[in-house]
């Protein structure tokens, strides 16, 4: 139970400071924040993983800079592909 308040919370830090980041204005609510912040943290995971393959295990939590770096992206993806942020 704590770790889903935590990853909702620390979620949402990272899908506000990817709102802010992300240059003009991205307009969301906070539960769409947090889910932006969430699936940031698991595709920048996941692009790390395919980069580092050291470690035997199949996905890597990604740090908190990666992730936001992730929902930057998503943003992105989001605007330019899918017109739909």
């Given at each position: 139970m704590m770790n889903t308040?935590?990853?909702l919370v620390v979620g949402l830090v990272v899908g506000i400071l990817?709102?802010?980041f992300y240059p003009g204005a991205v307009h969301m609510s906070l539960?769409?924040?947090?889910i932006l912040g969430i699936a940031g943290s698991f595709a920048a995971g996941a692009l790390g993983s395919l980069i580092h393959k050291e470690s035997g295990e199949g996905f890597?939590?990604?740090g908190f800079v990666y992730s936001?770096?992730?929902a930057m992206l998503l943003i992105f993806l989001g605007r330019t592909v899918f017109h739909i942020i």
């Open positions: 308040i935590r990853m990817a709102r802010f539960i769409l924040s947090a890597h939590p990604a936001i770096i992730g």
